[in-house]
């Protein structure tokens, strides 16, 4: 196995939810969609709705990457991944600490980090045990307008942690080869995924940039 690479993390597509996207009653089809479009990492994210209606989406997606053979990541909530017993969780630098949420899950959840577009803030998440290092925004976004802009080099240089680096903001099948290029193992994707149209056909054609440009796609462990 690569050393990078553990824990049920591959190079592929990372399908990132959005509750002002996905309508509540399609959230099942849509991330059904894009398994069936080859994403080999879903992450639950929802912000506003109730904790009973978290905890049932949570549950059936839970449910459903588990019959996928797909980690299951909650956003910024490890309570709540422990819970619906998800794979892990994804946390912003205003989240809970990493620590906290490792003495939560345990030493075999899986464990990402925003780091923004700084080599330092990777440092200190290596460190501290990340599993996986996040990087961006790399284009404008509408799901993070406001978040400060990285630099493709970034993932490169983050090579020397020897984790897998995700690449999230305004990514597309238009302009994501060139990050996976640049170095991302993973690309994390929301609207350019579940936005309008066909969700398991754009899955499809990220799954083909992996193909065409990463070199250990598909990864055998």
Do not use: W
Not at 5 to 13: C, D, E, I, V, Y
Not at 98 to 107: K, M, S, V, Y
Not at 110 to 125: F, N, P, S, V, Y
């Amino acid at each position: 196995m690569n050393p990078a690479f553990s824990k049920g993390l591959r190079p592929g597509l990372y399908a990132i939810t959005d509750e002002q996207l996905i309508p509540a009653d399609q959230l099942v089809a849509a991330v059904t969609a894009a398994l069936r479009g080859g994403a080999v990492l879903v992450q639950y994210r929802d912000k506003r709705s109730p904790d009973s209606v978290r905890l049932d989406q949570a549950s059936r997606l839970q449910g459903l990457c588990g019959e996928a053979g797909v980690p299951l990541i909650i956003n910024d909530d490890p309570q709540l991944a422990k819970r619906v017993g998800a794979a892990g969780v994804h946390l912003g630098q205003s989240d809970q600490t990493l620590t906290d949420a490792r003495n939560l899950l345990g030493e075999d959840a899986l464990i990402g980090i925003t780091c923004h577009g700084d080599l330092e803030l990777a440092r200190l998440a290596h460190d501290q045990g990340a599993d996986y290092l996040a990087f961006g925004r790399f284009f404008q976004s509408a799901t993070k307008p406001g978040a400060p802009p990285a630099n493709r080099q970034v993932l490169a240089q983050a090579r020397q942690f020897g984790r897998p680096t995700t690449a999230i903001g305004g990514i597309t099948v238009h302009n994501g080869a060139d990050l996976i290029t640049s170095g991302a193992d993973l690309l994390a994707v929301v609207g350019g995924l579940f936005g309008p149209g066909d969700v398991e056909l754009r899955a499809r054609q990220f799954s083909r940039l992996f193909a065409d440009h990463h070199p250990l796609y598909p990864f055998h462990p």
